[in-house]
């Protein structure tokens, strides 16, 4: 199968300071491909660069050398209607999920935000609001509250809800349930193996737990010492 | 198969908690943070109190340290040489915190004052409760209890809390926690939000405190990995009340109650699987059995409160087979 992302000899260097620079390699020649329908798991210790990595991916973080590419073509050179195109199939989900939503916006604003950004018609809001809050398995009664009124359980819910109003084909997973009890980290990674078997979505998780690794991908990679290594 | 029976033999409890309730009066109504918890916690044993984010584990630890805020109504008794903490004034208190009941908190960044070395804030134990005459001689101890957790470079007493991570920072309050030798340690959430490989230091450090110090450990942590770590028994709460309480390996091979079955049932490496419907809510949480909403097994007869009740496993092979569950299935 094509692959709708890959990233190609992906390089990052970080540089500190204003006088005397110094440059500490994060990564080098790191070469990941993601398909529909398919998780690919990333592991590796804090500071490792598992979150870059992943940012990049996303295109939200430019790499030192290397390119990425959407359904074949660099994203730097993407312009217009396919940047748009990229931007929309390729979605990220945050490790803190009170983080990711607006505390000043209800959940049902947050929601709305998406569909006006997605110009739905006004008449279909009500509707597609209802669909999406069925699909992650939320009441319709949280709509009126306000991200620091409900769980964080709930909250990675109602950001993955976000998400997939946009309806993405790769989905960027930043250890999205550590900050979660293992009981609501249960609900969301089942969610997410559900959204993946009737949607189709590829996945690229990034976890620092080797059992939620085995249950849910399908490939796993570890980023140690700078490079990236398949895990037997 | 299991039966119920009480076994005869019984060790001393150090801390002994009984109908521990705690309520908090808020905008949105009365929390029942706390509900009849009881339990007993044995001399050079480690027991864990296992549950999911919000169901009062951290409320009972703050209710033994009387940490808790000016709108708690806390009722019960809670037993600890021969005193009840709840009836005892601040000053009397204070002499009990960090000298005979110790806590790390869960935030090891926070709970550390920035702008004080660390040798100081280690010290500072010592010269609170009077154990050490002056602060060289103090700041000489502290140095001996971190080399006695393998923390012995130089420098390091000189060091700030912001100059570590949040691992480092954790060893730190678990030495902090040493200095006095307590009979009773409280770790709560000693490993929320560390990252595998830093957490699994932290289980090393805490294995290494209990060698160390013949205290009892009460472990709060919502991670029952953890638990079946470093746990001798574990109590499991739901809601504000104990459901299920027993030897750690017998609870997490065979347990009783559908709740601590349900919350195994969630672990990756035993399938990932959800519980059904939402945790209650504690301003007006379900009648009867707190759990009967979501429970696979329910009847009629859990719309009314169940009681704790002792249970013998008799074929766990184990002789300390001691459990205790509330659920009317038993």
Not at chain 1, 38 to 48: F, P, R
Not at chain 2, 12 to 35: C, I, K, M, N
Not at chain 2, 276 to 286: F, I, K, L, R
């Given at each position: ?232 | 198969m299991i039966k119920a029976k009480i076994p005869a033999i019984r060790k ?24 009849s918890v009881s339990f007993e916690?044995f001399?050079?044993e480690t027991l864990a109190m296992v549950g ?172 029952p990995?953890?638990v079946e770590?470093?746990a001798d028994r574990v109590a499991v709460m739901y809601c504000?009340e104990i459901l299920e309480i027993g030897p750690c390996r017998e609870v997490f091979q065979k347990p009783l109650h559908p709740y601590t079955k349900a919350l195994l049932g969630c672990l990756?490496e035993r399938g990932?699987h959800?519980i ?12 009867g059995c707190k759990f009967h909403?979501r429970c696979p097994k329910r009847n009629a007869k859990c719309s009314q409160s169940p009681f704790m009740k002792q249970i013998e496993t008799i074929d766990s092979g184990t002789a300390s087979g001691e459990r205790w569950v509330k659920c009317w299935l038993y």
């Open positions: 199968m094509l692959a709708v992302l890959k990233a190609e000899r992906i390089a990052k260097v970080h540089e500190s300071g204003t006088f005397r620079k110094t440059r500490r390699e994060i990564f080098q020649n790191v070469t990941l491909e993601l398909e529909e329908g398919k998780t690919i798991g990333l592991m590796g210790e804090s500071g490792s660069g598992k979150t870059t990595l992943s940012r990049i991916v996303a295109g939200l973080e430019k790499p030192s050398a290397g390119r990425v590419l959407f359904q074949g073509k660099d994203i730097a050179s993407l312009r217009g209607k396919k940047l748009r195109d990229f931007q929309r199939s390729v979605q990220m989900v945050f490790q803190d999920p009170e983080g990711s939503l607006n505390p000043r916006k209800s959940i049902e604003r947050s929601i709305h935000e998406v569909l006006g950004l997605l110009k739905v018609p006004k008449r279909e809001w009500q509707e597609k609001t209802h669909d999406i809050l069925h699909t992650v398995g939320l009441s319709e009664e949280l709509l009126c509250r306000y991200p620091g009124q409900v769980s964080g359980g709930q909250n990675q819910r109602i950001a993955l809800a976000r998400v997939l109003l946009i309806e993405p084909r790769v989905m960027i997973l930043d250890e999205p349930t550590s900050a979660l009890d293992i009981s609501v980290q249960a609900q969301v990674l089942s969610l997410l193996r559900e959204l993946q078997k009737n949607r189709g979505l590829g996945y690229l998780l990034v976890s620092h737990q080797p059992e939620v690794m085995r249950n849910m991908a399908h490939e796993v990679f570890i980023l140690k010492d700078g490079c990236l290594v398949r895990s037997g | 001393t409890p150090v801390l002994q908690v009984s109908g521990l309730s705690v309520q908090f009066e808020t905008p949105l109504g009365r929390v029942h943070a706390a509900d916690l001399e050079n999911e984010t919000g169901c009062g584990k951290s409320v009972v630890a703050s209710a033994i340290m009387q940490l808790l805020p000016q709108n708690a109504a806390v009722n019960g008794d809670i037993e600890f040489e021969e005193r009840n903490l709840l009836d005892l004034g601040e000053k009397e208190m204070a002499k009990v915190r960090g000298a005979e009941i110790a806590i790390i908190f869960q935030n090891p960044s926070l709970s550390l004052n920035p702008v004080i070395t660390i040798g100081d804030q280690i010290a500072e134990m010592l010269q609170v409760h009077g154990k050490a005459a002056g602060r060289s001689k103090s700041i000489e101890k502290a140095a001996g209890v971190l080399r006695r957790l393998g923390l012995g470079e130089s420098g390091l007493l000189k060091m700030y809390p912001f100059q570590f991570s949040g691992g480092m920072n954790q060893r730190i309050m678990i030495a902090s926690a040493l200095m006095l030798s307590p009979k009773i340690i409280i770790a709560d959430e000693p490993t929320k939000g560390l990252d595998s490989a830093t957490a699994a230091g932290t289980v090393r450090e805490m294995e290494k405190m209990k060698d160390l110090s013949s205290a009892s450990l009460l472990l709060i942590t919502h991670d990995a953890l770590k470093i504000g990756p990932l959800p059904s419907g939402a945790s209650p809510s504690m301003t007006d949480p379900p009648q909403p």
